[in-house]
Protein backbone atom coordinates (compact mmCIF):
# COMPACT_ATOMS: atom_id res chain seq x y z
CA UNK A 1 0.00 0.00 0.00
CA UNK A 2 2.82 2.47 1.06
CA UNK A 3 4.53 1.60 -2.44
CA UNK A 4 1.52 2.35 -4.62
CA UNK A 5 1.88 5.85 -3.22
CA UNK A 6 5.69 6.02 -3.44
CA UNK A 7 6.19 8.14 -6.82
CA UNK A 8 3.52 10.62 -6.41
CA UNK A 9 4.95 11.69 -2.93
CA UNK A 10 8.20 14.39 -2.97
CA UNK A 11 11.43 14.39 -2.15
CA UNK A 12 11.39 14.63 1.78
CA UNK A 13 8.31 12.02 2.06
CA UNK A 14 10.36 9.52 0.02
CA UNK A 15 12.89 9.98 2.25
CA UNK A 16 11.00 9.09 5.26
CA UNK A 17 9.63 6.36 3.54
CA UNK A 18 12.64 4.71 3.04
CA UNK A 19 13.72 4.67 6.61
CA UNK A 20 9.88 3.16 7.21
CA UNK A 21 10.70 0.42 4.35
CA UNK A 22 13.72 -0.10 6.75
CA UNK A 23 12.17 -0.43 9.87
CA UNK A 24 9.95 -2.99 8.26
CA UNK A 25 12.40 -4.78 7.21
CA UNK A 26 14.20 -5.47 10.52
CA UNK A 27 10.80 -6.39 12.23
CA UNK A 28 9.54 -8.46 8.76
CA UNK A 29 12.12 -10.20 7.00
CA UNK A 30 9.96 -11.62 4.91
CA UNK A 31 9.42 -8.37 3.07
CA UNK A 32 12.92 -7.91 2.72
CA UNK A 33 12.59 -9.24 -1.18
CA UNK A 34 9.61 -5.99 -2.06
CA UNK A 35 12.22 -3.77 0.23
CA UNK A 36 15.89 -4.20 -1.45
CA UNK A 37 14.72 -3.29 -4.81
CA UNK A 38 13.24 0.17 -3.66
CA UNK A 39 17.04 0.89 -1.92
CA UNK A 40 18.54 -0.66 -4.84
CA UNK A 41 16.57 2.03 -7.58
CA UNK A 42 16.66 5.17 -5.12
CA UNK A 43 20.82 4.17 -4.42
CA UNK A 44 22.01 6.56 -7.94
CA UNK A 45 19.42 9.32 -7.36
CA UNK A 46 20.02 12.46 -7.86
CA UNK A 47 18.49 13.84 -4.66
CA UNK A 48 21.21 13.59 -2.22
CA UNK A 49 19.35 12.56 1.13
CA UNK A 50 17.86 9.48 -1.46
CA UNK A 51 20.89 8.68 -2.20
CA UNK A 52 22.38 8.65 0.99
CA UNK A 53 19.35 6.86 2.64
CA UNK A 54 18.79 4.32 0.17
CA UNK A 55 23.04 3.44 0.26
CA UNK A 56 22.80 3.14 3.79
CA UNK A 57 19.86 1.00 4.68
CA UNK A 58 20.95 -1.37 1.15
CA UNK A 59 24.44 -1.38 2.94
CA UNK A 60 22.92 -2.15 6.58
CA UNK A 61 21.08 -5.61 5.47
CA UNK A 62 24.71 -6.70 4.85
CA UNK A 63 25.77 -6.15 8.06
CA UNK A 64 24.23 -8.87 9.63
CA UNK A 65 21.00 -9.08 11.97
CA UNK A 66 22.48 -8.12 15.05
CA UNK A 67 24.03 -4.85 13.51
CA UNK A 68 20.43 -4.04 11.96
CA UNK A 69 18.66 -4.82 15.37
CA UNK A 70 20.77 -2.59 16.99
CA UNK A 71 20.80 0.22 14.84
CA UNK A 72 17.22 0.23 13.92
CA UNK A 73 15.54 -1.06 17.45
CA UNK A 74 13.34 2.01 19.26
CA UNK A 75 15.51 4.51 21.29
CA UNK A 76 14.36 4.16 25.10
CA UNK A 77 12.27 7.17 26.49
CA UNK A 78 13.96 9.81 28.25
CA UNK A 79 13.66 10.74 31.92
CA UNK A 80 12.09 13.86 31.93
CA UNK A 81 13.89 14.71 35.19
CA UNK A 82 17.15 14.65 33.60
CA UNK A 83 19.04 16.76 31.07
CA UNK A 84 21.07 15.23 28.07
CA UNK A 85 24.24 16.37 27.29
CA UNK A 86 23.06 17.81 24.30
CA UNK A 87 20.72 19.80 25.71
CA UNK A 88 23.15 21.04 28.26
CA UNK A 89 25.28 22.00 25.52
CA UNK A 90 22.90 24.14 23.42
CA UNK A 91 22.07 25.81 26.71
CA UNK A 92 25.14 27.07 27.35
CA UNK A 93 25.46 27.90 23.62
CA UNK A 94 22.60 30.26 24.18
CA UNK A 95 23.11 31.70 27.62
CA UNK A 96 26.47 32.44 25.98
CA UNK A 97 25.24 34.09 22.78
CA UNK A 98 23.20 36.27 25.14
CA UNK A 99 25.41 37.88 27.08
CA UNK A 100 27.76 37.90 24.46
CA UNK A 101 27.85 42.25 23.51
CA UNK A 102 31.05 42.30 20.89
CA UNK A 103 29.85 40.70 18.00
CA UNK A 104 28.20 43.38 16.22
CA UNK A 105 30.91 45.62 16.81
CA UNK A 106 33.36 42.99 15.13
CA UNK A 107 31.10 42.61 12.29
CA UNK A 108 30.27 46.20 11.76
CA UNK A 109 33.65 48.16 13.20
CA UNK A 110 36.65 45.77 12.26
CA UNK A 111 38.55 46.40 9.42
CA UNK A 112 39.95 42.89 8.46
CA UNK A 113 38.39 39.66 8.55
CA UNK A 114 35.30 38.12 8.09
CA UNK A 115 33.10 40.53 9.79
CA UNK A 116 34.95 43.68 8.08
CA UNK A 117 35.07 41.85 4.96
CA UNK A 118 30.55 41.41 5.37
CA UNK A 119 30.49 44.77 6.80
CA UNK A 120 32.60 46.55 3.98
CA UNK A 121 30.56 44.85 1.40
CA UNK A 122 26.76 45.73 2.90
CA UNK A 123 27.14 48.95 4.36
CA UNK A 124 26.08 51.03 1.51
CA UNK A 125 24.28 54.16 1.51
CA UNK A 126 20.46 53.63 1.15
CA UNK A 127 17.80 56.20 0.76
CA UNK A 128 16.93 56.53 4.34
CA UNK A 129 18.51 59.27 6.64
CA UNK A 130 19.71 58.11 9.72
CA UNK A 131 17.86 58.71 12.62
CA UNK A 132 18.45 56.50 16.09
CA UNK A 133 20.55 53.92 16.73
CA UNK A 134 20.24 51.08 19.11
CA UNK A 135 22.90 48.26 20.22
CA UNK A 136 21.43 46.04 22.91
CA UNK A 137 19.43 42.42 22.59
CA UNK A 138 16.34 40.28 21.79
CA UNK A 139 15.16 37.24 21.65
CA UNK A 140 14.46 34.56 18.87
CA UNK A 141 15.46 33.59 15.28
CA UNK A 142 15.17 29.72 13.78
CA UNK A 143 17.95 27.71 12.68
CA UNK A 144 21.43 27.61 14.05
CA UNK A 145 25.22 30.37 13.52
CA UNK A 146 25.46 33.96 14.74
CA UNK A 147 22.67 34.96 14.17
CA UNK A 148 22.97 39.00 13.53
CA UNK A 149 18.76 39.48 14.61
CA UNK A 150 19.93 38.78 18.27
CA UNK A 151 22.48 42.08 17.58
CA UNK A 152 19.63 44.29 17.62
CA UNK A 153 19.73 47.22 19.57
CA UNK A 154 16.78 48.53 21.63
CA UNK A 155 17.22 52.07 22.76
CA UNK A 156 13.54 52.58 22.62
CA UNK A 157 13.20 54.93 26.08
CA UNK A 158 9.54 54.39 26.17
CA UNK A 159 7.60 51.22 25.53
CA UNK A 160 10.04 49.11 23.52
CA UNK A 161 10.82 46.71 25.88
CA UNK A 162 9.44 43.03 25.49
CA UNK A 163 5.64 43.98 26.88
CA UNK A 164 5.72 47.52 24.95
CA UNK A 165 2.48 47.00 23.09
CA UNK A 166 1.62 46.17 19.37
CA UNK A 167 -0.82 45.78 16.90
CA UNK A 168 -1.32 47.76 14.19
CA UNK A 169 -1.55 51.11 15.60
CA UNK A 170 1.90 51.43 17.31
CA UNK A 171 3.76 49.41 14.52
CA UNK A 172 2.08 52.78 12.32
CA UNK A 173 3.24 55.35 15.08
CA UNK A 174 6.70 53.67 14.58
CA UNK A 175 6.84 53.54 11.41
CA UNK A 176 5.94 57.27 11.03
CA UNK A 177 2.97 58.55 9.14
CA UNK A 178 4.41 59.31 5.52
CA UNK A 179 1.93 59.77 2.86
CA UNK A 180 1.76 57.55 0.22
CA UNK A 181 3.08 59.82 -2.95
CA UNK A 182 5.42 59.02 -6.49
CA UNK A 183 8.53 57.82 -6.47
CA UNK A 184 11.25 58.07 -9.03
CA UNK A 185 11.60 54.90 -11.18
CA UNK A 186 14.59 52.56 -10.30
CA UNK A 187 17.42 50.90 -12.55
CA UNK A 188 16.18 47.51 -14.03
CA UNK A 189 16.20 44.80 -11.49
CA UNK A 190 15.73 42.07 -13.59
CA UNK A 191 19.82 43.43 -14.99
CA UNK A 192 18.16 42.43 -18.74
CA UNK A 193 18.18 45.99 -20.09
CA UNK A 194 20.96 48.01 -18.15
CA UNK A 195 24.56 48.12 -18.38
CA UNK A 196 25.21 44.73 -17.43
CA UNK A 197 23.94 42.73 -20.41
CA UNK A 198 24.92 46.42 -23.31
CA UNK A 199 26.67 43.64 -25.00
CA UNK A 200 23.40 41.92 -26.01
CA UNK A 201 21.11 44.62 -26.14
CA UNK A 202 20.35 43.70 -29.81
CA UNK A 203 19.60 40.43 -31.57
CA UNK A 204 23.06 40.25 -33.41
CA UNK A 205 25.94 42.13 -33.06
CA UNK A 206 28.94 42.85 -35.55
CA UNK A 207 30.59 39.78 -35.66
CA UNK A 208 27.64 37.85 -36.67
CA UNK A 209 26.89 36.34 -33.08
CA UNK A 210 23.39 35.49 -32.49
CA UNK A 211 22.18 37.25 -28.97
CA UNK A 212 19.06 37.33 -27.07
CA UNK A 213 16.57 39.25 -29.69
CA UNK A 214 14.57 42.27 -27.73
CA UNK A 215 10.90 41.02 -28.78
CA UNK A 216 11.49 38.00 -25.98
CA UNK A 217 13.24 40.35 -22.59
CA UNK A 218 9.43 40.99 -21.85
CA UNK A 219 9.17 37.20 -21.56
CA UNK A 220 12.48 36.63 -20.02
CA UNK A 221 11.72 39.58 -17.13
CA UNK A 222 7.78 37.57 -16.44
CA UNK A 223 9.93 33.83 -16.45
CA UNK A 224 12.48 35.52 -14.03
CA UNK A 225 9.46 37.06 -11.24
CA UNK A 226 7.73 33.90 -11.46
CA UNK A 227 10.52 31.81 -10.48
CA UNK A 228 11.22 33.86 -7.63
CA UNK A 229 8.54 32.18 -5.76
CA UNK A 230 8.58 28.70 -7.53
CA UNK A 231 10.85 25.99 -7.26
CA UNK A 232 10.78 24.74 -11.21
CA UNK A 233 9.88 26.24 -14.66
CA UNK A 234 10.96 27.63 -17.81
CA UNK A 235 13.50 30.31 -17.83
CA UNK A 236 13.68 30.83 -21.54
CA UNK A 237 12.41 29.64 -24.44
CA UNK A 238 12.85 30.21 -28.51
CA UNK A 239 13.00 28.55 -31.79
CA UNK A 240 16.62 27.04 -30.94
CA UNK A 241 16.89 26.41 -27.36
CA UNK A 242 14.21 26.24 -24.30
CA UNK A 243 15.89 25.99 -20.65
CA UNK A 244 13.92 25.15 -17.76
CA UNK A 245 15.66 25.38 -14.30
CA UNK A 246 14.56 23.44 -10.92
CA UNK A 247 15.65 24.82 -7.47
CA UNK A 248 16.37 23.66 -3.91
CA UNK A 249 17.07 26.11 -1.28
CA UNK A 250 18.15 24.60 2.72
CA UNK A 251 19.78 27.92 4.87
CA UNK A 252 23.10 29.37 2.74
CA UNK A 253 23.33 26.64 0.62
CA UNK A 254 20.99 25.84 -3.01
CA UNK A 255 21.53 23.21 -5.65
CA UNK A 256 20.23 24.56 -9.25
CA UNK A 257 19.36 21.91 -11.99
CA UNK A 258 19.41 23.74 -15.54
CA UNK A 259 17.93 22.05 -18.54
CA UNK A 260 19.13 22.60 -22.24
CA UNK A 261 16.97 21.67 -24.69
CA UNK A 262 17.60 21.56 -28.33
CA UNK A 263 14.96 22.60 -30.44
CA UNK A 264 16.46 22.43 -33.63
CA UNK A 265 16.72 19.40 -36.15
CA UNK A 266 20.56 19.61 -35.96
CA UNK A 267 23.33 19.35 -33.26
CA UNK A 268 24.32 22.13 -31.35
CA UNK A 269 27.86 22.16 -30.84
CA UNK A 270 30.77 23.88 -28.78
CA UNK A 271 28.14 24.22 -26.08
CA UNK A 272 29.48 26.30 -22.82
CA UNK A 273 27.34 27.46 -20.15
CA UNK A 274 28.76 28.91 -16.74
CA UNK A 275 27.52 31.43 -14.14
CA UNK A 276 29.26 34.41 -14.26
CA UNK A 277 31.64 35.05 -11.28
CA UNK A 278 30.10 37.30 -7.95
CA UNK A 279 31.77 37.40 -5.08
CA UNK A 280 28.90 36.61 -2.88
CA UNK A 281 28.32 33.35 -3.78
CA UNK A 282 30.46 30.13 -3.37
CA UNK A 283 29.62 27.69 -6.58
CA UNK A 284 30.28 24.24 -7.97
CA UNK A 285 29.13 23.47 -11.04
CA UNK A 286 28.81 19.91 -13.20
CA UNK A 287 28.92 21.28 -16.37
CA UNK A 288 26.79 20.21 -19.48
CA UNK A 289 27.99 18.35 -22.46
CA UNK A 290 30.02 19.99 -25.64
CA UNK A 291 27.60 18.49 -27.81
CA UNK A 292 23.24 17.89 -27.78
CA UNK A 293 21.95 16.22 -30.27
CA UNK A 294 18.92 17.12 -32.33
CA UNK A 295 15.93 17.20 -30.07
CA UNK A 296 17.96 16.35 -27.02
CA UNK A 297 18.57 17.32 -23.32
CA UNK A 298 21.14 18.21 -21.62
CA UNK A 299 21.54 18.91 -17.79
CA UNK A 300 23.79 21.26 -15.98
CA UNK A 301 24.08 21.39 -11.89
CA UNK A 302 25.29 24.19 -9.83
CA UNK A 303 25.57 23.93 -5.69
CA UNK A 304 25.98 27.01 -4.54
CA UNK A 305 26.42 28.87 -1.19
CA UNK A 306 25.56 32.50 0.08
CA UNK A 307 29.00 34.33 1.46
CA UNK A 308 27.29 37.83 2.58
CA UNK A 309 24.65 39.90 1.49
CA UNK A 310 23.73 41.20 -1.78
CA UNK A 311 20.72 42.71 -3.45
CA UNK A 312 18.19 41.99 -5.23
CA UNK A 313 18.85 43.24 -9.14
CA UNK A 314 22.49 41.35 -8.24
CA UNK A 315 20.97 38.12 -9.13
CA UNK A 316 24.42 36.34 -11.05
CA UNK A 317 23.83 35.91 -14.88
CA UNK A 318 24.15 32.58 -17.02
CA UNK A 319 26.58 32.92 -19.76
CA UNK A 320 25.72 30.58 -22.68
CA UNK A 321 27.28 30.44 -25.97
CA UNK A 322 27.12 27.54 -28.71
CA UNK A 323 27.00 26.89 -32.93
CA UNK A 324 24.35 25.45 -34.52
CA UNK A 325 26.75 23.40 -37.43
CA UNK A 326 23.85 23.44 -39.18
CA UNK A 327 23.29 26.74 -40.23
CA UNK A 328 26.87 27.91 -39.24
CA UNK A 329 25.53 30.50 -36.59
CA UNK A 330 26.47 30.94 -33.26
CA UNK A 331 24.59 31.93 -30.42
CA UNK A 332 25.58 34.00 -27.06
CA UNK A 333 22.91 34.25 -24.41
CA UNK A 334 23.44 35.83 -20.79
CA UNK A 335 20.32 35.34 -18.70
CA UNK A 336 19.91 36.39 -15.27
CA UNK A 337 18.78 33.28 -12.86
CA UNK A 338 16.27 33.75 -10.28
CA UNK A 339 19.05 33.48 -7.32
CA UNK A 340 18.13 36.06 -5.68
CA UNK A 341 18.18 36.88 -1.44
CA UNK A 342 15.42 35.69 -0.58
CA UNK A 343 16.32 32.07 -1.88
CA UNK A 344 18.90 31.85 1.28
CA UNK A 345 15.92 33.04 3.73
CA UNK A 346 14.41 30.98 6.44
CA UNK A 347 11.39 32.23 8.40
CA UNK A 348 11.16 33.30 11.86
CA UNK A 349 8.17 33.71 14.34
CA UNK A 350 8.00 36.73 16.48
CA UNK A 351 4.94 37.42 19.14
CA UNK A 352 4.12 41.09 18.50
CA UNK A 353 5.85 42.66 21.48
CA UNK A 354 8.74 40.98 20.41
CA UNK A 355 8.30 42.42 16.18
CA UNK A 356 7.67 45.80 17.76
CA UNK A 357 11.15 45.81 20.20
CA UNK A 358 13.00 44.30 16.95
CA UNK A 359 11.53 46.83 14.55
CA UNK A 360 12.02 50.18 17.16
CA UNK A 361 15.66 48.81 17.53
CA UNK A 362 16.17 49.27 14.26
CA UNK A 363 16.02 52.95 13.38
CA UNK A 364 18.20 54.73 11.52
CA UNK A 365 21.77 53.59 10.52
CA UNK A 366 20.76 52.89 6.80
CA UNK A 367 18.80 49.54 8.47
CA UNK A 368 15.84 51.15 6.69
CA UNK A 369 14.24 50.78 3.17
CA UNK A 370 10.72 51.54 2.13
CA UNK A 371 8.99 51.98 -1.32
CA UNK A 372 5.69 53.08 -1.92
CA UNK A 373 4.56 51.35 -5.26
CA UNK A 374 1.88 53.38 -7.27
CA UNK A 375 -0.72 52.02 -9.05
CA UNK A 376 0.75 48.64 -9.64
CA UNK A 377 -1.02 47.46 -13.00
CA UNK A 378 -2.35 43.37 -11.75
CA UNK A 379 -2.37 43.89 -8.05
CA UNK A 380 -5.77 42.57 -7.10
CA UNK A 381 -7.51 44.57 -4.25
CA UNK A 382 -10.16 42.18 -3.50
CA UNK A 383 -9.44 39.78 -0.63
CA UNK A 384 -9.29 36.63 -2.26
CA UNK A 385 -6.20 38.29 -4.04
CA UNK A 386 -5.02 39.58 -0.58
CA UNK A 387 -4.81 36.44 0.75
CA UNK A 388 -3.02 34.96 -2.39
CA UNK A 389 -1.08 37.75 -2.09
CA UNK A 390 0.07 37.36 1.56
CA UNK A 391 0.87 33.90 1.15
CA UNK A 392 2.85 34.11 -2.40
CA UNK A 393 5.08 36.80 0.08
CA UNK A 394 5.23 34.37 3.25
CA UNK A 395 5.86 31.14 1.32
CA UNK A 396 7.73 32.20 -1.76
CA UNK A 397 9.81 34.61 0.29
CA UNK A 398 10.50 32.07 2.93
CA UNK A 399 9.32 34.89 5.59
CA UNK A 400 7.18 33.63 8.96
CA UNK A 401 3.73 36.10 9.75
CA UNK A 402 4.59 37.88 12.94
CA UNK A 403 1.89 36.90 15.36
CA UNK A 404 -0.87 39.26 16.44
CA UNK A 405 -0.25 42.12 14.67
CA UNK A 406 -1.88 42.11 11.43
CA UNK A 407 -6.01 42.53 12.10
CA UNK A 408 -6.69 42.58 8.30
CA UNK A 409 -5.77 41.40 5.05
CA UNK A 410 -4.46 44.92 4.59
CA UNK A 411 -1.74 44.75 5.97
CA UNK A 412 1.16 42.26 6.51
CA UNK A 413 3.95 41.74 9.19
CA UNK A 414 6.47 39.06 8.45
CA UNK A 415 10.18 38.16 9.64
CA UNK A 416 12.55 36.39 7.97
CA UNK A 417 16.79 35.44 8.74
CA UNK A 418 19.13 35.43 5.72
CA UNK A 419 21.66 32.64 6.18
CA UNK A 420 24.91 32.59 5.06
CA UNK A 421 28.09 30.26 4.61
CA UNK A 422 30.88 32.83 6.34
CA UNK A 423 31.81 31.77 9.88
CA UNK A 424 31.50 34.49 12.61
CA UNK A 425 33.98 35.37 14.90
CA UNK A 426 33.00 31.85 17.35
CA UNK A 427 33.13 30.16 14.17
CA UNK A 428 29.03 30.63 13.43
CA UNK A 429 27.54 30.93 10.82
CA UNK A 430 26.16 34.25 10.73
CA UNK A 431 22.70 35.08 9.72
CA UNK A 432 20.89 38.53 9.08
CA UNK A 433 17.67 38.48 10.58
CA UNK A 434 14.69 41.20 8.88
CA UNK A 435 11.42 42.91 9.49
CA UNK A 436 9.27 43.89 6.99
CA UNK A 437 6.03 45.46 6.40
CA UNK A 438 3.31 45.61 3.69
CA UNK A 439 0.23 48.01 3.77
CA UNK A 440 -2.17 48.50 0.98
CA UNK A 441 -4.50 51.49 0.05
CA UNK A 442 -6.88 49.85 -2.06
CA UNK A 443 -8.59 53.88 -2.02
CA UNK A 444 -5.83 55.16 -4.04
CA UNK A 445 -4.15 51.52 -5.03
CA UNK A 446 -0.67 51.97 -3.48
CA UNK A 447 1.64 49.72 -1.85
CA UNK A 448 4.01 50.58 0.66
CA UNK A 449 6.27 48.15 1.90
CA UNK A 450 8.62 48.80 4.44
CA UNK A 451 11.79 46.70 5.40
CA UNK A 452 14.63 46.95 8.35
CA UNK A 453 17.74 44.86 8.57
CA UNK A 454 20.57 45.08 10.43
CA UNK A 455 23.10 45.37 7.37
CA UNK A 456 20.99 48.10 5.17
CA UNK A 457 21.22 45.41 1.58
CA UNK A 458 19.05 42.55 3.58
CA UNK A 459 16.69 45.50 3.97
CA UNK A 460 17.05 46.41 0.43
CA UNK A 461 16.66 43.19 -1.12
CA UNK A 462 13.90 42.47 0.56
CA UNK A 463 11.98 45.69 -0.46
CA UNK A 464 13.26 45.60 -4.00
CA UNK A 465 11.90 41.55 -4.31
CA UNK A 466 8.66 42.39 -2.74
CA UNK A 467 8.78 45.65 -5.58
CA UNK A 468 9.25 42.94 -8.13
CA UNK A 469 6.91 40.62 -7.28
CA UNK A 470 3.62 43.35 -7.00
CA UNK A 471 4.62 45.76 -10.40
Known sequence: MLQKHFGGTSARTKALLLSTYAKLENLYPEVRPLVQPVFEKHAPSTELEL???????SSLLTQGDEIMDAVLQEMPAWPEDKESALEARLRKKQEAA????????S????????GGMIAAAVQKPGPMSPTAAGASRGGGGGGGGVDIFLDYGSNDGEGGGRGGGGGTAALTAAMGKASISPVPDEDDLLGVGGAATSSSSSSSSSNGVQTIPEEIRPRLATAFKALITTPAGVLFENEVLQIGIKQDYRGSQGRVALFYGNKTTGELSNFKAELATVSFLRVQSQDPPPTIGAGQQAKHQLAVEVLKPFDYPEAPFLLLSFTSPSSGQT??????????????????????SDYMTRWRSLEGQNRERQEV?????NFNYESSGLVAFRAKILDGLHLAQA?????????LSAVGSLRTGTAGPDGSKISVGALVRI????????????????????AAALVNTIKALVS
Open 331 to 352: YSYSLPLPIVPTCFFEPVTLAA
Open 107 to 114: VEGREGGV
Open 373 to 377: IQQPP
Open 98 to 105: EDRTGFQK
Open 51 to 57: QQRACEY
Open 403 to 411: QGIDQNDLS
Open 439 to 458: EVNAQVRAVRVTARAVHGTV
